[in-house]
């Protein structure tokens, strides 16, 4: 399997621009989660899907900010207009679902991907 | 606000000596689980613990889940540098999402 895949890996740009992260999950899970990661802040949970539903989406800076997912095997975090704040690590991480791991005697874990470095200028 | 600090929050040490990581919060979890993270890349997991007072040992690592399950900590026996990274503790409060900690930045000087 080749893990949970983001594009691009790198991203710079100019403050006003639309930045769109795009995230492939593990085939077969359930569950999509959108992290970012800062010296400041940590990991912070920005939203995550269930069956290509939002869940909760409580970690969602403000209205500048939007995901969606539109089926099993594609999501996007788009950025309008994006911000020199809004600099860090965006990380997507899949999973079958904490009591699905349970239930079949995995570890109770999420699949993070390589993460996408923003740089907002 | 950060349900669970980390500390220390950066720690150098020379190869072979031994540390321990703490992880806190005030709330109680279901489970907790410890990441490591390496530059570059995304947190992998090492351990979960569920039952308060659970202690897991993988190699040279020992976890422990507090009595109370409101803590944790990580122990390492004789650092080596390929244990340099980020540890990340993360708490599962009975859904899906896991609250991670502020994290502790380990540098282990050959």
């Known amino acids: 399997d080749a893990g949970v895949i983001q594009s691009p890996r790198h991203e710079v740009t100019e403050m006003g621009q639309e930045v769109t992260l795009r995230c492939k999950p593990i085939s077969g899970h359930d569950y999509l989660f959108w992290y970012r990661q800062t010296m400041m802040r940590g990991l912070e949970l920005l939203i995550y899907?269930?069956?290509?539903?939002?869940?909760?989406d409580s970690g969602m800076p403000e209205d500048r900010f939007s995901a969606k997912m539109p089926n099993a095997s594609f999501s996007t975090l788009k950025i309008q207009p994006s911000e020199p704040r809004d600099s860090a690590v965006y990380f997507c991480?899949?999973?079958?679902?904490?009591?699905?791991?349970?239930?079949?005697?995995?570890?109770?874990?999420?699949?993070f991907g390589p993460g996408t470095r923003l740089l907002v200028l | 606000t950060q349900l669970l600090e980390q500390s220390p929050q950066f720690l150098s040490i020379q190869e072979g000596e031994n540390l321990t990581v703490y992880c806190n919060s005030s709330?109680?979890?279901?489970?907790l689980q410890w990441y490591r993270q390496e530059p570059g890349e995304g947190p992998v997991l090492l351990v979960t613990?569920?039952?308060?007072?659970e202690v897991k040992k993988l190699k040279r690592l020992t976890f422990q889940f507090g009595d109370a399950r409101k803590d944790s900590s990580l122990h390492i026996t004789a650092a080596q540098p390929g244990d340099t990274g980020l540890y990340l503790c993360?708490?599962?409060?009975?859904?899906?999402?896991?609250?991670f900690g502020t994290g502790t930045r380990l540098t282990i000087i050959p």
């Open positions: 899907f269930n069956n290509n539903v939002p869940i909760d």
């Open positions: 709330s109680v979890f279901s489970s």
């Open positions: 613990v569920v039952t308060g007072g």
């Open positions: 993360a708490g599962v409060l009975g859904n899906e999402k896991l609250t």
């Open positions: 991480a899949s999973s079958p679902g904490l009591r699905a791991n349970r239930l079949a005697g995995r570890e109770e874990t999420q699949y």
